[in-house]
């Protein structure tokens, strides 16, 4: 009998929810997540943008979660920590789409978050929102929905079946623990630098 292949992404946190239909895989910053079967993925965003793409021919579809365009020292990135910058992160879920049947010509693309959630003279989330923009058409790709910028952070389901997104946008005066974490995750990657149709849903 030929040997299972691994599951790549075993390591995501799976959970149930009576309100949904799916399994939801829960994505943190610098991960992403592919699926042909039906699933929801779900993930927080503060200034960090996700991409949700899928090919609806083939069933295939997923997210990322990243927290800067790009390395600023690109040869001194290793790939397992690379899939935080936008410009990996894209790669990689548009890549592993196509590995699992789909084809780049038939992607929809809808785009979430770059809030600007702290005060500060870098606007992380603007970059962030520019980058993305700007990678989709280099790569002749458009993105059938944006919901990028403001002031507030986002929760994002999103089905992988269908393409459903359900967003909700959390209150400034709750951002506290949202712009801690990304600060703390900011502050890592800088230290490991210098070492690296509407179908969204408020509810």
């Given at each position: 009998?030929?040997?299972?292949?691994?599951?790549p992404f075993?390591?995501?946190?799976?959970?149930?929810?009576?309100?949904?239909?799916h399994?939801?895989?829960?994505?943190?910053?610098?991960?992403?997540?592919?699926?042909q079967?039906p699933?929801?993925?779900?993930?927080?965003?503060g200034?960090?943008?996700?991409?949700?793409?899928?090919?609806?021919?083939?069933?295939?579809?997923g997210m990322?979660h990243?927290?800067?365009?790009?390395?600023?020292?690109v040869?001194?990135?290793?790939?397992?920590?690379s899939t935080?910058?936008?410009s990996?992160?894209?790669?990689?879920?548009?890549?592993?789409?196509?590995k699992?049947?789909?084809?780049?010509?038939?992607?929809?693309?809808?785009?979430?978050?770059?809030?600007?959630?702290?005060d500060?003279?870098?606007?992380?989330?603007?970059?962030?929102?520019?980058?993305?923009?700007?990678?989709?058409?280099t790569?002749?790709?458009?993105?059938?929905?944006?919901?990028l910028?403001?002031?507030?952070?986002?929760?994002?389901y999103?089905?992988?079946?269908s393409?459903?997104?359900?967003?909700?946008?959390?209150?400034?005066?709750?951002?506290?623990?949202?712009?801690?974490?990304e600060?703390?995750?900011?502050?890592?990657?800088?230290?490991k630098?210098?070492?690296?149709v509407?179908?969204?849903?408020?509810?």
């Amino acid at each position: 009998m030929a040997p299972t292949q691994a599951d790549p992404f075993a390591h995501i946190r799976r959970m149930r929810d009576s309100r949904f239909p799916h399994d939801i895989a829960a994505i943190l910053p610098g991960e992403f997540f592919v699926s042909q079967d039906p699933m929801i993925v779900y993930t927080v965003l503060g200034s960090c943008v996700s991409a949700c793409i899928r090919d609806p021919v083939a069933g295939v579809g997923g997210m990322n979660h990243f927290m800067l365009p790009q390395p600023k020292d690109v040869a001194n990135d290793s790939w397992g920590e690379s899939t935080r910058y936008g410009s990996y992160a894209m790669e990689s879920l548009i890549n592993d789409i196509i590995k699992r049947g789909g084809n780049k010509r038939r992607l929809e693309i809808k785009l979430f978050g770059a809030g600007r959630i702290y005060d500060g003279s870098i606007d992380v989330g603007s970059r962030n929102a520019e980058w993305v923009l700007d990678y989709l058409q280099t790569e002749g790709l458009t993105a059938c929905k944006t919901d990028l910028g403001d002031i507030f952070p986002r929760k994002i389901y999103y089905f992988t079946e269908s393409g459903r997104v359900l967003m909700k946008k959390i209150e400034r005066v709750k951002n506290h623990t949202i712009a801690k974490r990304e600060h703390e995750y900011a502050a890592k990657i800088q230290s490991k630098e210098q070492a690296p149709v509407e179908d969204v849903t408020l509810f």
